[in-house]
């Protein structure tokens, strides 16, 4: 699943959770996202494509986060918080192999759930972030 979605839902979950649960509750939510249909960016490992991708998503991350921002002011730390959380399984993949054996075993199953990795999964991407987008304008308001 791409950035901006896993942005989308961890603040949509900060504006839903309790604020104890958020980071919790976030980090999961990524779990959950990357077994639907989603875009294909994994094989071969730092191809051109991949880097394309990376780079075309953190730029829709920006107008992601002005928006948040925008539609909750109020809320901006917990909607962070629930952003970040909803992200960070994906910046833990850094460590892969590098960190922890408990952290190997956590991205060894981050892995095996992308059994709905597509190559045409942009198309799903948007949709959900379009979902999103309207469900966080409607909790807005």
């Not at 075309?56 to 909750?72: G, K, N, Y």
Request: proline share 8%; hydrophobic share 60%; aromatic share 18%.
């Amino acid at each position: 699943m791409l950035a901006f979605n896993h942005i989308l839902a961890g603040s949509i979950v900060a504006v839903t959770v309790p604020a104890p649960l958020v980071p919790i509750v976030a980090f999961t939510s990524h779990f959950v996202l990357d077994m639907f249909p989603h875009a294909f960016g994994e094989e071969p490992p730092y191809s051109r494509f991949l880097k394309i991708q990376i780079v075309v998503d953190a730029v829709v991350c920006i107008p992601i986060i002005i928006l948040l921002l925008f539609l909750f002011p109020h809320q901006w730390l917990i909607v962070g918080i629930g952003a970040f959380f909803g992200l960070l399984p994906d910046f833990l993949w850094l460590l892969w192999r590098r960190g922890p054996k408990w952290l190997d075993k956590i991205l060894d199953f981050a892995h095996w759930i992308q059994w709905g990795e597509r190559p045409y999964g942009w198309i799903f991407d948007a949709l959900y972030g379009f979902l999103m987008i309207f469900a966080l304008v409607v909790l807005a308001h």
